[in-house]
C-alpha cells in the first residue's frame, strides 16, 4: 500500500498477523477463555486484526512485485482510520485482558490453575506486541496521508 523504505510496512503487517495470531491460538485453543468477557473481546479484536493485516500485506507484496502504485490518497485514508480503530480496539482488549489475568493471579489461586494463568499471560502479552506493530502501523500511515 506505501512505499516505505524497506518494505518497513510489509514486515509490520506480518508481525500484526503472526502475534495476533499467536494471542488467539494461545487464549482459545484449550482454554475456558469464554468465562471472562475480556478474553472473549481480546479473542475477538485478534480475530479482527489477522485478516485486516494479512491483506494488507498481501497489497504490500503486490505493490512490491508490480510497479504500479497503490498510493491513492482516499485508500490509504480507509487504512490509516482503520489502523487507527484496530490499534485502539488492541490496546483495549490486552488492557482489559492483563487486568484480568492480574486479578486472577492476585486471588487465591482456585479461579485460574496455574496451566491456564500462564496461557492468558503469555497471550496478553502477544497481544500486546500486536498492539505496538498496529499502532505503529498506524503512524506510518498517518505520515503517509500527511505527506500526499
Not at 6 to 32: C, P, T
Not at 76 to 95: H, Q, R
Request: aromatic share 12%.
Amino acid at each position: 500500500m506505501d512505499e516505505t523504505p524497506g518494505s518497513v510496512s510489509l514486515f509490520l503487517r506480518l508481525g500484526q498477523a503472526i502475534f495476533s495470531s499467536a494471542a488467539l491460538l494461545l487464549m482459545s485453543v484449550g482454554v475456558e477463555f469464554f468465562s471472562y468477557t475480556a478474553f472473549c473481546f481480546l479473542v475477538t479484536i485478534m480475530g479482527l486484526v489477522i485478516p485486516w493485516s494479512c491483506t494488507l500485506a498481501m497489497f504490500n507484496i503486490y505493490s512490491a512485485i508490480f510497479p504500479r502504485s497503490l498510493r491513492h490518497p482516499g485508500l490509504i485514508v480507509i487504512v490509516a482510520i482503520g489502523d487507527m480503530v484496530l490499534s485502539i480496539l488492541s490496546l483495549a482488549a490486552a488492557s482489559a485482558s492483563a487486568g484480568v489475568v492480574d486479578l486472577l493471579l492476585h486471588l487465591d489461586g482456585t479461579h485460574c490453575p496455574p496451566k491456564f494463568c500462564g496461557r492468558y499471560q503469555l497471550s496478553t502479552t502477544m497481544a500486546f506486541f500486536a498492539w505496538f506493530l498496529t499502532a505503529a502501523s498506524s503512524l506510518l500511515n498517518l505520515r503517509l496521508v500527511a505527506s500526499g
